[in-house]
């Protein structure tokens, strides 16, 4: 970092590559900092509930190294298997289960940074409550520009007692919105509530037999944990409330294998869809809740209009959408029309109240569109946030920003 700062050299910093918004791409005389080697669990505290990691460590393997003490990590992105947790950090990454217990930056609590002129420091610390800014936060969901994570500690969590994983089946998307709205709006807050509709189930059945029933015009895969008397409870009342809004069929997963074999699915989903076509382009978006259908039906639409063939698999809870298009890049013009309807689709999601990222970020993808959600101003602010990271902007300069300064 301070020989490329020297040189007068841009630095990307990459970790397994799973990004989906270009973040880890290089600038041209750049160069990538890979941290595929800087994968070792340091420490795992029992007693404080703490682990502490090098950035290249892969989100899932530290949720198992804390499963044998009784604990877990609770950010779960659908690329688990494969991504880093500094990735993770630099995108803010979520997943399924953070509907309950929060994004990334709500489990990290330090970490050593290299800034961009190579100078090292410590954001946070050890434990929840640190005086002073909360510069650890403004640094989670950087996207790479304030710099390196190179020691991360991150707080874990003790294993449920209970777990209860059921799998509600409806004719249409719009029942199964409908059920994810009346859930919450009942008190109740699952672990995760997860939609995949008719599209994506087709892809996943391809690859995983008997799963999800064919027919389905919608599932949510709603996951409900706590001490067992209160899981007994609150998945009675999730199982009524899917009926009462119009569910063909609730089925429990009755061990852990069938829990685990649903999961794998839900998890599976955007692999699946190479089964359908050979490229995929994932739109990351979100919408306020109770407009799920509203935002569905539009994308439908936008999707009908251009011919495009979308499945759609989703962080329901919070109104995180992920429509999927499936395509095949060898057409001609089919990326242009693509990359065309996913403009339109996040216009439509920022027009219902919504915002342009629920966990892929920014990066190059997404840049030219932040006029949509922030003004002169408010992009002149974080650009004076950075600059007191990274004055000389050599940290993987180019992303977030429309003009890339």
């Given at each position: ?161 209970s777990v209860k994983t059921l799998l509600g089946v409806f004719h249409d998307v719009d029942s199964a919105c409908t ?158 029309k693509v990359i065309k309807a996913g403009e339109e689709m996040l216009k439509v999601c920022v027009e219902m109240g ?52």
């Open positions: 970092m301070a020989l490329a700062y020297r040189e007068g050299v841009p630095v990307v910093a990459r970790g397994s590559g799973t990004g989906l918004s270009g973040g880890a791409i290089a600038p041209p005389g750049g160069i990538q900092i890979a941290f595929t080697r800087m994968n070792r669990i340091l420490d795992v505290d029992a007693e404080n509930r703490t682990a502490t990691v090098e950035p290249g460590v892969i989100n899932l393997d530290l949720d198992y190294a804390a499963h044998k003490y009784g604990m877990r990590y609770a950010p779960d992105p659908s690329s688990q298997k494969a991504c880093s947790l500094g990735g993770n950090i630099a995108e803010n990454a979520g997943g399924p289960h953070c509907l309950a217990y929060g994004v990334t930056t709500n489990h990290v609590l330090g970490m050593e940074v290299v800034l961009e002129d190579g100078s090292v420091t410590w954001l946070g610390g050890k434990t929840r409550d640190v005086p002073g800014y909360d510069l650890r936060g403004v640094f989670v969901g950087s996207e790479g520009t304030f710099g390196v994570a190179t020691r991360i500690v991150v707080r874990l969590l003790p294993l449920p007692e059920a994810v709205s009346s859930i919450i709006g009942r008190g109740i807050v699952p672990a995760a509530i997860e939609m995949i509709d008719a599209a994506c189930i087709k892809a996943i059945l391809n690859v995983t037999k008997g799963v999800f029933p064919g027919d389905a015009g919608a599932v949510l895969l709603v996951e409900v944990e706590g001490i067992k008397e209160e899981v007994e409870e609150l998945s009675g009342e999730v199982e009524v409330t899917m009926y009462d809004t119009g569910a063909t069929e609730v089925r429990i997963a009755i061990d852990p294998q069938e829990r685990e074999r649903l999961w794998a699915a839900r998890k599976g989903a955007f692999g699946a869809l190479g089964s359908l076509a050979p490229n995929y382009y994932l739109v990351d978006a979100v919408v306020p809740r109770t407009r799920l259908s509203e935002a569905l039906r539009r994308v439908a639409e936008i999707g009908q209009r251009y011919g495009l063939f979308i499945a759609n698999v989703f962080h329901a809870g919070d109104g995180n959408l992920h429509p999927c298009i499936a395509f095949d890049e060898r057409e001609p013009g089919a990326v242009e919504g915002t342009l990222s629920g966990e892929h970020g920014i990066g190059l993808e997404k840049k030219a569109y932040m006029p949509l959600v922030f003004s002169e101003e408010d992009l002149a602010a974080m650009r004076r946030v950075r600059d007191a990271f990274a004055p000389a902007n050599r940290l993987n300069p180019g992303k977030i920003f429309p003009d890339g300064v």
